[in-house]
Structure formats: C-alpha cells, structure tokens
C-alpha cells in the first residue's frame, strides 16, 4: 500500500519483470519500484541496482548524500564515461560480489557498462530472473541483445550462441 506498493517484491510476485514492456511503462514502473525499495529501510544500496538500469546515477547519489554515506557520495561524484573511473566500478562490482553484496554489485556493474554481468549477478547469485530481465530490457544500446543472451544463458542452459 501506498509507497511500497511499487516495491519490487510485490511488482515480482505479480510477474512484473516478464511483462512490463514497451520504454515508458518499463521506465515509469522501474522509478517507482526504485523510490518505494528506497522508502521500505531508508537504505540506498535497496534502490541501487534500479536507479543505474535507469541511468539515473544522480538520483541514487542525492539517496546516498541524504544518509550521510560520503565513501559512496564522493566515488559516485566521478565520471564513470571515463576509462579509469569504469574500471573503477568494475574492480569495486567483483568486490562486492565476494562480499554478497547483490544489490551494489549489480549497480556498479552497470557503472562500468557491464550490463551482462549485471544480469548475470541477478539471475544467478540474486536468483532473480525478472529483475535480470528488467535490468537487460533497460540496457541503453541493445537491450533485445541483452535480452536474447540472457535468456540464453540463464533460461535455456547456455545453449545459445555467443
């Protein structure tokens, strides 16, 4: 109800993730969910994964400057259209990977463009296909691509080409 009715948890259970389509409703719907993950525990790393699918590294900032988090307000301030500031995020994603941290991990693999990695960390460790499908449907350049290869490799066993 109310805020959290957009939480990802209820937008899953009603197979929001398979079929949320088209740009706008997609986006619209994913900017709810990223806003009522970050209103259920006031924690940022909730909304992260969600706010980066979307691009929106400047909304998941001002998230991260309203806890006081400054390790992660001053990392988020670089410019990730930079070489070094993308291996940055990659090098930080594999981290957070061995640390379990799901939710950062997807969003910094997104920092770096790594969009297949993203997914893979969703259908994989978060055991979450639908979000892995949100975050590759969202991917900016070829996301039919990320959808085909996602469903590839984590729905029909890998048996797809590369």
């Known amino acids: 109800s109310g805020a959290t009715a957009y939480a990802w948890a209820h ?8 079929w949320l389509s088209g740009s706008g ?3 619209a719907t994913v900017e709810r969910v990223a806003k009522a993950q970050f209103s259920l525990r006031k924690e940022p790393d909730d909304a992260a994964p969600f706010y980066m699918a979307l691009g929106k590294k400047a909304a998941l900032l001002a998230l991260y400057m309203a806890v006081g988090n400054e390790k992660l307000v001053g990392f988020l301030s670089n410019d990730f259209e930079t070489e070094r500031w993308r291996t940055a995020a ?3 994603a594999y981290a957070l990977v061995s640390r379990r941290n799901w939710p950062l991990a997807v969003a910094f693999f997104l920092l770096a463009k790594a969009w297949r990695d993203a997914c893979a960390i969703c259908a994989r460790h978060m055991k979450d296909v639908q979000l892995a499908l949100v975050v590759a449907a ?4 070829e996301p039919l691509a990320e959808v085909q290869h996602l469903l590839e490799q984590h729905l029909l066993g890998g048996r797809g080409d590369e």
Not at 11 to 18: F, I, L, N, Q, T
């Open 11 to 18: 937008v899953s259970d009603v197979g929001g993730g398979y």
């Open 25 to 27: 409703q997609l986006r």
């Open 90 to 92: 990659l090098k930080n």
């Open 138 to 141: 969202l991917a900016p350049l």
